[in-house]
């Protein structure tokens, strides 16, 4: 074999070698470094926390809880945990928040008022609000479909009678609207003991008022008859834009959107008692009245004409005899045109105008 030819060969081993050494160390030293597997972090039993911010007075539904893992050195007793018989979330709805609570805040035992709590109703009323109670029918009711949190317009009936003659004024008006119900009869809730809403005839009313409002319903179970008509809830931002397009809402400046947001949340969700509107027999049937019957003005008596004739001729005959004449030291003296009347030896003098 030619030394040249093994010489050549050797040479591109030791060359090939050297290269696949020089390429691995250069690929290795490039390599990304191994990311190291962070502790496992010990996880809790599930505690009930909130979806979102639930203001005071704030009434629990569905949507408003959930469980969430949470590390098991910052569980408390107080805590709603996930396998205990009292943090069934289904028995939770239709409480009422006591405390403010932030969106992701554990809900504690405290923090909830359930309905047969003592406290209840007051923990259900706005800030400045009042509970209000009206007496319903079944067919002022709406048949029983109005359940709690529902919202509703207040509608008076009264007839005027006025001071005169004819058929009374038949007339409806809406008081109030946008009440928001808290209670129907001693129920807060409209499920039944499985979970159902149940449609249920009930007395008595009782909503969300101010105490201006309270005045009013007050006074108007005593003048005619209440009926309640249950608004739609599509119609949550009617009032809202109603008072942005009068100008009643004031956001000031350089408030963030949470705080905008709650200021628009506060003025869609106000009852409201201006801009009444009313109807009346007349705009119903063509057969009864638009206005209130007043008292037509009578004419006077026979006897009374004569009095009065008689009083008027003698309030002119008083102002035309002239006044008496003054008196000085005895004598007559007598001011304006006076005539001279001789009888004999005898003259008088006499006014102008006397008899």
Known sequence: MDVKKVALLIGALV??????????NMFTGAGADSA???????IGPKVLVARKALPVGTL???????YQAWPQELVQNAYYTEGSPESNPAKLIGTVVRNPITAGQPITRGSLVGPNDRGFLAAALGPGMRAVTVPVSNTSGVAGFIFPGDRVDMVLTQVVTGGGDGAPLKVSETIVRNLRVLATDQRIDSKDAEGKTEVKIFNSVTFEATPR???KVAVAQSMGTLSLALRSIADTTA??????AAGEVKVPAGTNPADERRILLA????????????TTGGDVSRFQRRSIPSRAASAPAAGDSVAQLANAMMRSNAAASPAPAPVANGAVVISGPVVRVSRGNTVTLVPVGAR
């Open 267 to 278: 003025v869609a969700n106000r009852p409201v008692d201006s801009n009444t509107t009313y």
């Open 60 to 66: 629990i539904d569905a949507e408003s809880l959930a």
């Open 36 to 42: 190291s597997a962070a502790p496992a972090v010990p």
């Open 15 to 24: 060359i090939a070698v050297v290269t696949a050494v020089m390429a691995k």
């Open 239 to 244: 009032e809202l834009e109603r008072a942005v």
């Open 213 to 215: 409002i309270a005045e």
